[in-house]
């Protein structure tokens, strides 16, 4: 079945650092790409949708100039959190999709835990 | 925006109840999915209903998709512990294949 690997599961930073997460799909091509934000005991909120060649298509409230998506290659999407804030502590998960699949084809990553101090 | 409201919000049942939760939007889906999803995971998919009025077992989860393909149920027959998790209703956009979720339902099953 198609999997998709999250990197890294965990992670802390200071205040004011950059953090990037990686997103691959490891057994299929993945021309889009979502993250989503999910804070405790809430669900998940799309923020951002990755195309892979384009720019990221952001969603109403999330700053692109904060939440940085790169697309480059069809297996692989990486979110950067710039300059980060406690408040940016959150639970971060990517989806992939194999259009190929078509509605079956969204698969999720195990998430990353952003801990920002 | 499309909103996905799931209710009740929270459930905390005894093992061997039924319960019934609800996914509802004023917008229409090309097709609904849900998810289970364990603390510090990724979501789990249950199903994919994609037929108005579509009714799918699995085991003694049933899931039906409402007629006009806004609306989605998901009950569980004699719940079990291991049934607890947050569970997620998700809708896809006919425009933009976008995957949103519902609200979410945190289910907790006693012994």
């Known amino acids: 079945g198609a ?9 802390i930073c200071k205040s004011g650092t950059s953090v990037k997460i990686e997103c691959r799909s490891l057994d299929f091509q993945a021309t889009t790409m979502f993250w989503y934000r999910q804070f405790p005991k809430q669900s998940l909120m799309l923020m951002a949708t990755s195309n892979e060649g384009s720019k990221a298509t952001y969603e109403q409230g999330v700053e692109k ?3 940085l998506i790169n697309h480059a290659s069809l297996t692989l999407s990486t979110l950067t959190v710039t300059s980060a804030h406690p408040e940016d502590s959150s639970f971060y998960i990517c989806s992939a999709r194999d259009r190929d699949r078509g509605i079956y084809g969204y698969t999720f990553g195990s998430g990353t835990r952003l801990t920002v101090v | 925006t499309q909103l996905l409201e799931q209710s009740p919000q929270f459930l905390s049942i ?4 039924n319960l019934t939760v609800y996914c509802n939007s004023s917008s229409v889906f090309s ?5 289970r999803q364990e603390p510090g995971e990724g979501p789990v998919l249950l199903v994919t209903v994609v037929t108005g009025g579509e009714v799918k077992k699995l085991k003694r989860l049933t899931f039906q998709f409402g007629d006009a393909r806004k609306d989605s149920s998901l009950h569980i027959t004699a719940a079990q512990p291991g049934d607890t998790g947050l569970y997620l209703c998700a809708g896809i956009s006919y425009n933009t294949d976008k995957l949103i979720f519902g609200t979410g339902t945190r289910l907790q099953v006693f012994p």
């Open chain 1, 3 to 11: 999997v998709v690997s999250q990197h890294p599961s965990r992670v």
């Open chain 2, 31 to 35: 097709s609904l999915q849900w998810y």
């Open chain 1, 65 to 67: 100039d904060k939440f």
């Open chain 2, 14 to 17: 005894q093992e061997g109840e």
